[in-house]
Antibody
Framework: EVQLLESGGGLVQPGGSLRVSCAASGFILNNYAMTWVRQAPGKGPEWVSGISGSGSRTSYADSVKGRFTISRDNPGNTVYLQMNSLTAEDTAVYYC??????????????WGQGILVTVSS | SYVLTQPPSVSEAPGKTARVTCGGTNIGSKSVHWYQQKPGQAPVLVISYDSDRPSGIPERFSGSNSGNTATLTISRVEAGDEADYYCQVWDNRSDHWVFGGGTKLTVL
């Protein structure tokens, strides 16, 4: 059974940093792209970042580029999102998601339960 | 960046057919995926690659995609279908995943 378990969320002050982690199980992590999707209160999902199975290729939404870094530890079955220079606009539930990708498209076939990141003084 | 546009809300009576649209420039050339999200829960994939239904999703859910509009069709709507629905594409030029703004389906 595929499971994605996020951790590391919480309250952080504006300008601060936080790293959220995603422990993956039930599948071979290095065979799949992984992505982070966030959802602000009352809003729709917003794609944040993605990483290829090997970790050699990463991509970021314009809203987080230069501030967030996605990485993965395949032997340790964990994906990370390092978030720096946080602002109130980064407040959201952050979902770790398993990607199902071909050469033509990608979609999410499994989602974590989500973890809340609140940026506030 | 690529933009997907959805109507904020759609309403339909039980037993009728509900259609949720997703607009984008030449979206017919892309593969569209659809998710259902109920309050307090993570999204769930209901349609992939325009019209493929994952295991466990009722046959009442179907999809199509042509020109500038993709459509999620829910036949014989039930009260349990009341949820937010989001379309999503992968923009291969930017390697970005793009979500639509979402449509709230209300079952009257």
């Amino acid at each position: 059974e595929v499971q994605l378990l996020e951790s590391g969320g919480g309250l952080v002050q504006p300008g601060g940093s936080l790293r959220v982690s995603c422990a993956a199980s039930g599948f071979i992590l290095n065979n799949y792209a992984m992505t982070w999707v966030r959802q602000a209160p009352g809003k729709g999902p917003e794609w944040v970042s993605g990483i290829s199975g090997s970790g050699s290729r990463t991509s970021y939404a314009d809203s987080v580029k230069g501030r967030f870094t996605i990485s993965r530890d395949n032997p340790g079955n964990t994906v990370y999102l390092q978030m720096n220079s946080l602002t109130a606009e980064d407040t959201a539930v952050y979902y770790c998601a398993k990607g199902e990708c071909t050469s033509s498209s990608c979609y999410v076939d499994y989602w974590g339960q989500g973890i809340l990141v609140t940026v506030s003084s | 960046s690529y933009v997907l546009t959805q109507p904020p809300s759609v309403s339909e009576a039980p037993g009728k057919t509900a259609r949720v649209t997703c607009g984008g420039t030449n979206i017919g050339s892309k593969s569209v995926h659809w998710y259902q999200q109920k309050p307090g829960q993570a999204p769930v994939l209901v349609i992939s690659y325009d019209s493929d239904r994952p295991s466990g999703i009722p046959e009442r859910f179907s999809g199509s995609n042509s020109g500038n509009t993709a459509t999620l069709t829910i036949s014989r709507v039930e009260a349990g279908d009341e949820a937010d629905y989001y379309c999503q594409v992968w923009d291969n030029r930017s390697d970005h995943w793009v979500f639509g703004g979402g449509t709230k389906l209300t079952v009257l």
